[in-house]
Antibody, heavy 121, light 106 residues
Framework: EVQLVESGGGLVQPGGSLRLSCAAS????????MSWVRQAPGTGLEWVSV???????YYADSVKGRFTISRDNSKSTVYLQMNSLRAEDTAVYYCASLTLDLLLSYYFDSWGQGTLVTVSS | EIVMTQSPATLSVSPGERATLSCRASQSVRSNLAWYQQKPGQAPRLLIYGTSTRATGIPARFSGSGSGTEFTLTIRSLHSEDFAVYYCQQYNDWWTFGQGTKVEIK
């Protein structure tokens, strides 16, 4: 059974940094596309970043240059390093795995329970 | 960026009735459309991918249809556990979500 467990959220001041972790079980992160999606309080969902099985990484424009996604294959864990945090980064951050469908496009199939990041002074 | 627009924002339905949710894309996403259900305090749960394929364990009362820019999620005979927020998402060009439709008890 695929399970994703996020950790590392908390309260941080504007301009500060935080590293989120996503521990995966039931599969290996190196063989899968892994992503972070966030949800600001009372609002919808926003894709943040993805790391492909070949190690390529991509980011939403809203976080490009500030956030870095990475993985540790030996720990089957994906990370999101968040720097220069802003109030608008306040959200629940979800880790999600992606699956390839018949049209060779990737959709989110499994999600973690999320971890809350609050950026405030 | 492909913008996804869902309607209505809120849908009031009685248990046992049918709910029809709409999703429109700002440009064609082919059949690369998924639906997610989210309950308060929980992560989104995949319901439908590829416009009409139910994910593992999803009851047959959930069905999806459409193509290109217009999509529909139909919940036939609403159960109490179906009252939630539903999001559509395109995965044809990166990933973007609609703003959600809340299905509430009438």
């Amino acid at each position: 059974e695929v399970q994703l467990v996020e950790s590392g959220g908390g309260l941080v001041q504007p301009g500060g940094s935080l590293r989120l972790s996503c521990a995966a079980s039931g599969f290996t992160v190196i063989n899968n596309y892994m992503s972070w999606v966030r949800q600001a309080p009372g609002t919808g969902l926003e894709w943040v970043s993805v790391i492909y099985s070949d190690g390529s990484t991509y980011y939403a424009d809203s976080v490009k240059g500030r956030f870095t996604i990475s993985r540790d294959n030996s720990k089957s864990t994906v990370y999101l390093q968040m720097n220069s945090l802003r109030a608008e980064d306040t959200a629940v951050y979800y880790c999600a795995s992606l699956t390839l469908d018949l049209l060779l496009s990737y959709y989110f199939d499994s999600w973690g329970q999320g971890t809350l990041v609050t950026v405030s002074s | 960026e492909i913008v996804m627009t869902q309607s209505p924002a809120t849908l009031s339905v009685s248990p046992g009735e049918r709910a029809t949710l709409s999703c429109r894309a700002s440009q064609s996403v082919r059949s690369n459309l998924a639906w997610y259900q989210q309950k308060p305090g929980q992560a989104p749960r995949l319901l439908i991918y590829g416009t009409s394929t139910r994910a593992t364990g999803i009851p047959a009362r959930f069905s999806g249809s459409g193509s290109g820019t217009e999509f529909t999620l139909t919940i036939r005979s609403l159960h109490s556990e179906d009252f939630a927020v539903y999001y559509c998402q395109q995965y044809n060009d990166w990933w973007t979500f609609g703003q959600g439709t809340k299905v509430e008890i009438k």
